[in-house]
């Protein structure tokens, strides 16, 4: 009997802690601006920040792979509310990258698996993947653009 083994990323057994990535009064402020500009509550707006920063660390540290990451609309939410406080975010980028990482979103979206292929991404990369909210748009869409870093 032939055996065939498929290559899966290994998972790691410790999890990594998207807190641990940005400062206490940097977390609490977007879970304020979270709960201040969306119909969320303050356990809603920290679940996809938590989620948010798994994926830009995973981009930052994925970059350059071309592994075509991307998150799904709910999880956006809270990315793009963190660029848009630049200061925070440029520093963030400056701490745990090489500099200011763009955001570069296609216009039209895309309709391949990328949502749940990135929540893979970041799960294999220590983080633990708050699945429901990437379930949700898992076979909907990534506006990533094909074929970059876009983040």
């Known amino acids: 009997m032939m055996t065939t083994t498929v290559d899966t990323p290994a998972i ?8 641990d990535f940005v400062p206490t009064e940097v977390w609490d402020r977007q879970i304020l601006l979270l709960t201040r500009d969306h119909p969320w509550d303050s356990v809603m707006a920290t679940r996809c920040f938590g ?32 660029i848009l406080d630049t200061r925070h975010y440029a520093e963030f980028c400056d701490r745990w990258f090489t500099g200011f990482m763009h955001h570069v979103p296609e216009i039209a979206f895309k309709y391949d698996g990328t949502v749940e292929r990135t929540a893979h ?3 294999a990369n220590g983080f633990v993947i708050d699945w429901p909210l990437w379930a949700r748009d898992a076979a909907k869409c990534s506006p990533c653009h094909p074929g970059s870093n876009c983040h």
């Not at 790691?12 to 807190?19: G, I, Q």
């Not at 830009?56 to 999880?75: D, F, H, N, S, Y």
Request: some cysteine; aromatic content about 6%; proline content about 7%.
């Open 121 to 123: 991404v970041i799960e």
């Open 12 to 19: 790691p057994t410790v999890s990594r802690d998207p807190r």
């Open 51 to 82: 989620q948010a920063v798994a994926y830009l660390i995973t981009a930052m540290e994925k970059w350059g792979q071309g592994l075509e990451i991307g998150c799904g609309p709910l999880v956006d939410i809270a990315v793009h509310n963190f």
